[in-house]
T-cell receptor
Framework: NAGVTQTPKFQVLKTGQSMTLQCAQDMNHNSMYWYRQDPGMGLRLIYYSASEGTTDKGEVPNGYNVSRLNKREFSLRLESAAPSQTSVYFC????????????FGPGTRLTVT | LAKTTQPISMDSYEGQEVNITCSHNNIATNDYITWYQQFPSQGPRFIIQGYKTKVTNEVASLFIPADRKSSTLSLPRVSLSDTAVYYCLVGDWGIMNRDDKIIFGKGTRLHILP
């Protein structure tokens, strides 16, 4: 089992460019999440998907869109990147939402210049 | 989810037992307490979860008093490799209301010295 995989590992964008971060899990989990982590800070929830076909906003959704493509895959899109979106992005999955144990991917380090 | 408060940082020495306390005064009846560990450049990793009294696994113990307004993560005989950030979360299993946000906060930065 690969667990949670994310692509790409690193990305540099110019202000205004768009890109999609990909996430996939092979644990048959219902719920998936996208977080961002800024230097020295905790993780902040961007969006989550409680189950296939549903998505909902987290703490910091502005500037992002998500797609739950199927049960395995959950993508995060930046339509017009801004320097404030420079961060490390983590995808996670869990059997169910709420207090269930979450499994995290290795992260994508994004720099917007 | 209930808001949590943890110390920002702690130092300890190899071989000692480390206790990290988390306050969660507004914990709800159905909430569980979960701890995660994060190493630099990695995603958080689940350590332990509990509801009341004491839970122990091969990595740590979790102590929860009767009023459940706080919890203590205990790491026995720490080593240099236990240097990491530790997060305490409180939430209900399987419930994610519209106003619930999974809040990791800044966690506790634990530094183990030789």
């Amino acid at each position: 089992n690969a667990g949670v995989t994310q692509t790409p590992k690193f990305q540099v964008l110019k202000t205004g460019q768009s890109m999609t971060l990909q996430c996939a899990q092979d644990m048959n989990h219902n719920s998936m999440y996208w977080y961002r982590q800024d230097p020295g800070m905790g993780l902040r929830l961007i969006y989550y998907s409680a189950s296939e076909g549903t998505t909902d906003k987290g703490e910091v959704p502005n500037g992002y869109n998500v797609s739950r493509l199927n049960k395995r895959e959950f993508s995060l899109r930046l339509e017009s990147a801004a320097p404030s979106q420079t961060s490390v992005y983590f995808c996670a999955s869990s059997a169910r939402t709420g207090g269930y144990e979450q499994y995290f991917g290795p992260g994508t380090r994004l720099t917007v210049t | 989810l209930a808001k949590t408060t943890q110390p920002i940082s702690m130092d300890s020495y190899e071989g000692q037992e480390v206790n990290i306390t988390c306050s969660h005064n507004n914990i709800a009846t159905n909430d569980y307490i979960t701890w995660y560990q994060q190493f630099p450049s990695q995603g958080p990793r689940f350590i332990i979860q509990g509801y009341k009294t004491k839970v122990t696994n091969e990595v740590a113990s979790l102590f929860i008093p009767a009023d459940r307004k706080s919890s203590t993560l205990s790491l026995p005989r720490v080593s240099l490799s236990d240097t990491a950030v530790y997060y305490c979360l409180v939430g209900d299993w399987g419930i994610m209301n519209r106003d619930d946000k999974i809040i990791f906060g800044k966690g506790t930065r634990l530094h183990i010295l030789p």
